[in-house]
Every structure is written in structure tokens, then in C-alpha cells.
């Protein structure tokens, strides 16, 4: 069993930068994919970026490349997002999750690990 715990979040203005942090332990041998999700109020969960544990490889959804930078430090089990250019709409909860199938795999349903959130939020 993996424990994440996610760590980082705040109010910020448009343009702002943030880093989240999260923390995994337990069975971290086991973990392949790292990967972070949000969500908005209303809104479904969405993938945001998520990395290969051991090459390091990141993926990006479209609406966060060239802003978000998702890195891993494997001594430190830690996982974090480098956020920056934030706009209003990247306000929602984050949550880091473990598992996925594949390499650049956002689907939800793939993770069965999440940490409680972080919330995020953007003003204008």
C-alpha cells in the first residue's frame, strides 16, 4: 500500500508561480507512474502531468505545457509540480496519485493511490 500526502497549495495572483510537493511512503518500490490530477468545483478530476518513477519521463495535458514542470526525486520519494503562469483557471484541488498503466496515462480510473489534495487557487 502507498500513502501520498500532498503539500504546497495557496492563493496566488494571475501570473504567480507555485510548487507542489508530494510525499509518498509505504510500498514505493511498487509505484511505476506519478502523476498529478485537479479538480474544479463542478468540474470532473483531469490529469494534469504525470512522470515515470524511474526514467523520469514527464507528459503534460495540452492546457499546462510550457507552464507546469512535474519532477520526481527518487531518494526523497517525493513528486512535485513546478507551477507557473498561473492562470484563474488552474484554481481547483490538486491530488498526486500512484499507479496508471502506461506511460502518459491521465485516465482516473487507472490510480488506485491518492493523497487528500491540496487546494490551489488563482485570482484574477
Known amino acids: 500500500q502507498v500513502h501520498l500526502v500532498e503539500s504546497g497549495g495557496g492563493s496566488v495572483q494571475a501570473g504567480g508561480s507555485l510548487i507542489l510537493s508530494c510525499a509518498a511512503s509505504?510500498?514505493?518500490?511498487?509505484?511505476?507512474?506519478l502523476t498529478w490530477f485537479r479538480q474544479a468545483p463542478g468540474k470532473e478530476r483531469e490529469g494534469v502531468a504525470t512522470?515515470?518513477?524511474?526514467?523520469?519521463?514527464?507528459y503534460y495535458t495540452d492546457s499546462v505545457k510550457g507552464r507546469f514542470t512535474i519532477s520526481r526525486d527518487i531518494a526523497k520519494n517525493t513528486m512535485y509540480l513546478q507551477m507557473t503562469s498561473l492562470k484563474p483557471e488552474d484554481t481547483a484541488m490538486y491530488y498526486c496519485?500512484?499507479?496508471?498503466?502506461?506511460?502518459?496515462?491521465?485516465?482516473?480510473?487507472?490510480?488506485?493511490?491518492w493523497g487528500q489534495g491540496t487546494q490551489v487557487h488563482v485570482s484574477s
Open positions: 512522470i515515470t518513477k524511474g526514467t523520469g519521463i514527464p
Open positions: 496519485a500512484a499507479g496508471g498503466f502506461y506511460v502518459g496515462d491521465l485516465r482516473p480510473s487507472a490510480y488506485d493511490s
Open positions: 509505504g510500498n514505493t518500490a511498487s509505484i511505476t507512474y
